[in-house]
C-alpha cells in the first residue's frame, strides 16, 4: 500500500472552471502536509502548505481532513498557466525527513 | 531566492561507468536530499544529509553512495552505472526544523545509461 495516493488524471477542464483534487494518505500520525506544483520537464516547486485549519492563497485552497485521512487542493477561476502536476506530500513528524511524494495528478485546462 | 544548482541537465553514460551527480545550494540549508523520479513511481528518496559529512539512507540507497565534505554541496555517486538508473534525479534542500518539509529543487539532472 503506498503511503501517498492521488488520481493520476489527467484533468481537462476549462478556463475559468473551479477544480479541485484530493490526495489520501495512510499513516494517521503523519503531521505535516505540502502540495507541490511541477511544471512538464521542470522541477517541483512548493505551491503551499495545508494547515490543520485550512488556508487559501489567491485562488488556491489547501484543507486537511484528518478523520478521513486526505488533503485537498482546490483551484478557482482556472488559468492556462495552471496547467501542471501537483503533488500531494506528507511528513510523519514535524521538522523530519520523512516525506512521502504522491506520484501527482496532471491537470490541463484549456482554452 | 533559494538557488539549488545540478551540475549536469543531461547525461549519457554507458553501463559500468563511474558517475557523478553535483548539487549546490546557496541557502545555508542544513539538510540536502538526492531523489530519482520515474514516470508513474513518483520522486524516491535515494539519500539524504542533515549535517556535513553526515548521510542517511532513503528508501532506494542500493547502487548510490553520497558525499557531503561541505554543507552546500552534495553528491551522488553511482559507482558503476546500471540500465535501471537511467531516471531523472532531483537533488533538493531546506531548512532544518519546521521547514523541513519546504524542499527547495534544483532542475534535475537526466541521466541515460546505455
Known amino acids: 500500500r503506498k503511503e501517498v495516493e492521488q488520481d493520476p488524471g489527467p484533468f481537462n477542464v476549462p478556463e475559468g472552471a473551479t477544480v479541485a483534487f484530493n490526495c489520501t494518505y495512510s499513516n494517521s500520525a503523519s503531521q505535516s502536509f505540502f502540495w507541490y506544483r511541477q511544471d512538464c520537464r521542470k522541477e517541483p516547486k512548493l505551491l503551499m502548505s495545508?494547515?490543520?485549519s485550512g488556508n487559501e492563497d489567491g485562488r488556491f485552497t489547501a484543507q486537511l481532513n484528518r478523520a478521513s485521512q486526505y488533503i485537498s487542493l482546490l483551484i478557482r477561476d482556472s488559468k492556462l498557466s495552471d496547467s501542471a502536476t501537483y503533488l500531494c506530500v506528507v511528513s510523519e513528524q514535524t521538522g523530519a525527513n520523512n516525506l512521502f511524494f504522491g506520484t501527482g495528478t496532471r491537470l490541463t485546462v484549456i482554452p | 531566492d533559494v538557488k539549488v544548482t545540478q551540475s549536469s541537465r543531461y547525461l549519457v553514460k554507458r553501463t559500468g561507468e563511474k558517475v557523478f551527480l553535483e548539487c549546490v545550494q546557496d541557502?545555508?540549508?542544513?539538510?540536502m536530499f538526492w531523489y530519482r523520479q520515474d514516470p508513474g513511481l513518483g520522486l524516491r528518496l535515494i539519500y539524504f544529509s542533515y549535517d556535513v559529512k553526515m548521510k542517511e539512507k532513503g528508501d532506494i540507497p542500493e547502487g548510490y553512495s553520497v558525499s557531503r565534505e561541505k554543507k552546500e554541496r552534495f553528491s551522488l555517486i553511482l559507482e558503476s552505472a546500471s540500465t535501471n538508473q537511467t531516471s531523472m534525479y532531483l537533488c533538493?534542500?531546506?531548512?532544518?526544523?519546521?521547514?523541513?518539509?519546504?524542499?527547495?529543487f534544483g532542475e534535475g539532472s537526466r541521466l541515460t545509461v546505455l
Open positions: 533538493a534542500s531546506s531548512l532544518a526544523g519546521g521547514s523541513a518539509g519546504e524542499l527547495f
Open positions: 541557502m545555508d540549508h542544513e539538510n
Open positions: 495545508v494547515y490543520s
